[in-house]
């Protein structure tokens, strides 16, 4: 196992990054998630936040690499002590917001803070260099926001063009320790081949939608996205 170690230990004072997380710690659920994702020996896998390390165990055996980041300094040092003879592991202490994505090709399986997700989400499909998909388990209103369920947000007009979305597992609260106060689910991404918006007009499509979304405005994805195609030819 290869460690990239960064001291952004915890605050003195502050209550462990640990306790503020639910974990997967039911050997049969987590089975199912990884096998629905269909990973192989050839895959790079990124996991975000890989707490006591039951979801890397499942990820290492399928995978030819998996590289786990790790705020939490505790979890780290057991994390390292656990998986100590894991060649394919490269297990990282640092704030995954601060870290530099992997080259590509490499996708991501992970169990992530829900107050987070949306700027992992962002920093995740932001550019070009993106993973090819992505199994996160969130919140299931989050979710739907990133969906466009009932209705488009700007995070699902943001996604769409370069990632089709879908929900492919319900968990139930009691398969985690301890049991969250929101539903959850298993929200999966998967970058198109040829995105709807070519990636040199990303960032005028992003000032675009800026500019002109509001909550007034009902419109579906397609029709964001023709009303873009016309200005943008202009």
């Known amino acids: 196992m290869s460690k990239t170690n960064r001291r952004r230990g915890n605050r003195a004072g502050a209550a462990p990054v640990w306790a503020s997380q639910n974990f997967l710690t039911s050997a049969a659920v ?9 990973l192989c020996h050839t895959d790079h896998v990124v996991e975000i936040g890989p707490g006591k390390g039951h979801i890397t165990k499942k990820l290492l055996a399928a995978c030819g690499r998996v590289t786990a980041v790790e705020i939490d300094r505790n979890l780290y040092d057991k994390l390292s002590v656990k998986f100590e003879h894991q060649a394919n592991l490269n297990l990282v202490h640092g704030d995954f917001l601060r870290w530099p994505l992997p080259l590509p090709p490499y ?5 992530i803070p829900f107050n987070r ?3 992992i989400i962002r920093k995740l499909c932001a550019g070009q260099d993106g993973p090819d998909a992505l199994w996160l388990v969130v919140e299931k209103g989050a979710a739907k926001r990133f969906l466009g369920q009932p209705r488009e947000s700007l995070s699902s007009l943001l996604l769409k063009p370069f990632y089709d979305a879908k929900i492919v597992y319900y968990f139930r609260r009691e398969d985690f320790h301890p049991a969250p106060s929101v539903d959850a689910v298993l929200l999966h991404l998967a970058k198109k081949p040829a995105p709807d918006v070519p990636e040199r007009e990303r960032g005028l499509y992003e ?3 800026r500019a002109q979304f509001g909550p007034s405005r009902e419109m579906r994805y397609v029709q964001w996205l023709c009303l873009f195609r016309r200005l943008a030819r202009r």
Not at 30 to 38: D, Q, T
Not at 107 to 111: D, E, G, I, L
């Open 207 to 209: 000032r675009f939608l």
């Open 107 to 111: 996708k991501v399986f992970a169990n």
């Open 117 to 119: 997700t949306t700027e």
């Open 30 to 38: 987590i089975n199912r998630i990884v096998s629905r994702a269909g």
